[in-house]
């Protein structure tokens, strides 16, 4: 993958959750965030960057830095356990993938 | 509602060829690029490739290219990813998903077809 994730992020309900995701291309291309609850379809959260689609809570928001962006989930519950994804476009619209975030809600 | 059903999944035989279908409802069909996605059974996400609006551009992962070919038709809602050559390694969850309005995220899938590759 071209796009790097850390494979595991725990925290504790009421927490912060933070999951990096870091890549050359991000410098240049919007990013954008998935979560794929277990046997779910994944779900847009964040789109260009930090952007959320309607319908997703104020809890999830993101920020970009050069070639690290970051997924933030305030005030993390239980329901938000799942693996999440991030992931880059060019100017075709050929996506590339990191290889997803396990959140883990103690 | 928008809304994105795959179909044309199942088990084949290394070296086969198989049809999966993306039926398109909710929303102008035509109007949207649409993306392949795959997920291998406990796995990440790997993207397979994209065909825009027109269906005249489309674009292919490395591990699909040559034997992997994505078109729709337009007039039927419908999105296709005609699959050659099989390989065990293509074992996979297979979705659709439509490319979000201005922007490049795909903000709608659907719940995926099971292909299993097996001798």
């Known amino acids: 993958h071209e796009l790097t994730q850390p494979r595991s992020v725990s925290v504790s309900p009421g927490q912060t959750a933070r999951i990096t995701c870091s890549g050359k291309t991000l410098a240049s291309q919007f990013s954008y965030w998935y979560q794929q609850k277990s046997g779910q379809a994944p779900v847009l959260v964040i789109y260009k960057d930090k952007e959320r689609p309607s319908g997703i809570p104020e809890r999830f928001s993101a920020s970009s830095s050069g070639t690290t962006v970051t997924l933030t989930i305030s005030g993390v519950q239980v329901g938000d356990e799942a693996d999440y994804y991030c992931q880059s476009s060019d100017t075709l619209g050929i996506w590339t993938l990191g290889g997803g975030t396990k959140l883990t809600v103690l | 509602q928008v809304r994105l059903v795959e179909s044309g999944g199942g088990v084949v035989q290394p070296g086969t060829s198989l049809r999966l279908s993306c039926a398109a409802s909710?929303?102008?069909?035509?109007?949207?690029?649409m993306h392949w996605v795959r997920q291998p059974p406990g796995k990440g996400l790997d993207w397979v490739g994209i065909?825009?609006?027109?269906?005249?551009?489309?674009y292919y992962a490395d591990s699909v290219k040559g034997r992997f070919t994505i078109s729709r038709d337009n007039s039927k809602n419908i999105l296709y990813l005609h699959m050659n050559s099989l390989r065990v390694d293509d074992t996979a969850l297979y979705y659709c998903?439509?490319?979000?309005?201005?922007?490049?995220?795909?903000?709608?899938w659907g719940q995926g077809t099971l292909v299993t590759v097996s001798s």
């Open positions: 065909i825009h609006y027109g269906g005249k551009n489309m």
């Open positions: 909710g929303f102008t069909f035509g109007d949207y690029g």
């Open positions: 998903a439509r490319v979000g309005y201005g922007q490049d995220g795909g903000d709608h």
